[in-house]
């Protein structure tokens, strides 16, 4: 049999998908029945859209409880790093784009936090693999769809 794959999180994020899994297993998936119940109520079947939409519903339902239930069985907590000279889980750091001038901060997640748009990136991703064990001063090159894209790491916090 082949090795799960695992999920980097942090308690917090094991614990919200906990949460949202419960809200599903009793909240929602009480309320879809109740949609089927009702679409059954309108009699046949074979040309009842609600009833096939109500259906769908619940399939997606299902579907999002087995994703939630995969990330739960395979999590993998990560802790902050201990060590705060050089970029780890839970630092946030403050890059200098060396080309475009501008200042960065990213905090570094696991893969299942991460939102770049929230300036949360992985440890997994191309600029976060890099970063890792990094200090301050140094020079991070990062393969982009763009080009090459260098950085320098000017400041780190935990």
Known sequence: MAKEARYKMSEERLQELKD??????????????QQIKEARSFGDLTENSEYDDAKTEQGKLYSKIAEI????????????SEKTDVVGMGSKITLLDVEMKENITYEIVGSQE?????????????LGKNLMDKKVGDI???????????????????
């Open 114 to 126: 991460a939102d770049p748009a929230m300036q949360r990136i992985s440890d997994d991703s191309p």
């Open 69 to 80: 239930k995969n990330l739960i069985e395979n999590a993998e907590i990560v802790k902050a």
């Open 20 to 33: 949202e899994l419960h809200f599903l297993q009793t909240v929602r998936e009480k309320e879809v029945a």
């Open 140 to 158: 991070i090159k990062v393969d982009a769809p763009i080009g090459e894209v260098e950085f320098k790491l000017l400041k780190i916090e935990y």
